[in-house]
């Protein structure tokens, strides 16, 4: 899954774009949530997510 497709579906109602910058801040402002994905080998510039950094996502900002 892309980080737009995960984005579009927390955030429907925004752009793509809008919604991805929305999706990033959520993520930097959780540090347990960044700290999980870092030791998956996320990376904020890393376009494709694992089906373990989407759930990782959804157990932390719940489902979208």
Do not use: D, F, K
């Not at 030791?39 to 489902?63: D, F």
């Amino acid at each position: 899954m892309t980080h737009n497709e995960l984005a579009e579906l927390y955030l429907p109602h925004l752009q793509p774009a809008t919604a991805r910058r929305t999706l990033h801040r959520w993520i930097a402002r959780n540090s347990a949530l960044c700290a999980e994905l870092a030791a998956t080998g996320y990376s904020i510039r890393t376009s494709l997510l694992t089906p373990a950094q989407v759930a990782l996502v959804i157990r932390y900002l719940g489902e979208p």
